[in-house]
């Protein structure tokens, strides 16, 4: 099994004797279209304060991401990237349990681990709707019997999910989220939703996004929902992420933040690329395209398994012992590509891939080489 992430391009570049801009890396999950502009002059033109300490109040940011998403400015904290926000809340004191999608990324557990919270999976399922179509369920059932078996006992637990969840895409039902969020609240918990990837979701404005599950914050103090902005605004490079929760549960995830943990070039950065409105419309605009010929080239592919995207990136499963996600990456390096083995994930192995939607050029070549290592 795989301990890595997806995105590790220096390693391979190492291992195949390039440079790291010559990998063509399917594994990481960024906006193809790289970069905002507008966000990149931002930050070029505050190399000048490095020197200097970052605002501590991250107040310009703060306002962006209020502006861009609807939300109350005492609603929102940031970090630097959503993974210390992730370890932040795990210090939240007095839980002692919590509950991860499996599949599910694997900072959430770590995270637990290092705040010493034991750590239950709960398992999505693949199934077929009566189309014939794949997709993962989600426990809703096993949560919502979890939380009653939790509500008048002294132990407190945190539930992470994903929205969509990595690496299958799988998005939340609202009204489902209500019942698990208010049980939980009844068994005096908190609920995590985790929407690294929400931004990729639909057509709509950012605001408008009907996918998210950040209005709920308004209805549920036991809520917490974390943002990514590397992922959709490609700077993972940079590290800034966001969460959104009740302003009592936002002045105690403060405690666990370090001052000036988001620095001077992603502030200036995020500010920037939030207000760039011609590139998020392009961004989703080429993205929807994308994600559809992916996936219908994809499907067409005899031997795999495809399961509909809803974001920046598509899983599938090999159905042939012959080939693995490894005899593919293999296959693949002479091209200087690399895709996901999600071996890593629990309840997968190594005959499921997971693939970032990239341009369209570069998608051609990972379908024609994909469909030549798959043919009979």
Known sequence: MSKIHGGNIFQFAHEQRIEPYEVIDFSANINPLGPSQRGLDALNNQLRYISHYPDATNDDVLNAIADTYGMDKNQIIVGNGAAELLYAICRLPGYTGAFVPAPGFSEYKEALE?????????????????????????PYLALE????????????????????????????DKAH??????????????????????????????????????????EFDNIIVVHSFTKF?????????????????????????????????????????????????????????????MYNALDAIEGITVYPPSANFILFKVNRED???????????????IVRNCDS?????????????????????LVEKLTDILKV
Request: glycine letters at 6%; proline letters at 4%; zero cysteines.
């Open 114 to 138: 290092a705040s010493n919270i034991p750590v239950r999976d709960i398992f999505y399922r693949p199934r077929e709707d009566d189309n014939g179509k794949p997709y993962f369920e989600v």
């Open 145 to 172: 019997t979890f939380a009653a078996e939790l509500k008048g006992q002294d132990g407190r637990i945190i539930v992470f999910l994903g929205n969509p969840n990595n690496p299958d895409g799988t998005l939340l």
């Open 177 to 218: 989220i209500r019942t698990v969020a208010s049980m939980l609240k009844d068994a005096n918990s908190l609920l995590v939703i985790d929407e690294s990837f929400i931004d990729f979701v639909g057509n709509d404005p950012l605001r408008d996004n009907d996918q998210s599950m950040r209005s709920l914050i308004n």
């Open 233 to 293: 605004y490609a700077v993972p490079g940079l590290r800034i992420g966001a969460a959104f929760g009740n302003e009592k549960l936002i002045s105690h995830l403060h405690q666990y933040i370090p001052s000036w943990s988001v620095n001077t070039l992603a502030q200036a950065y995020t500010e920037a690329a939030l207000n760039d409105v011609d590139y998020i419309k392009r961004t989703k605009q080429e993205l929807n395209e994308e994600r559809a010929f």
């Open 323 to 337: 080939i693995t996600a490894n005899t593919i990456n293999e296959n693949l390096k002479k091209d200087n590509m």
């Open 345 to 365: 994930y629990v309840g997968l192995n190594n005959q499921w891939v997971r693939i970032a939607i990239k341009d369209h050029d570069t998608n051609i070549k």
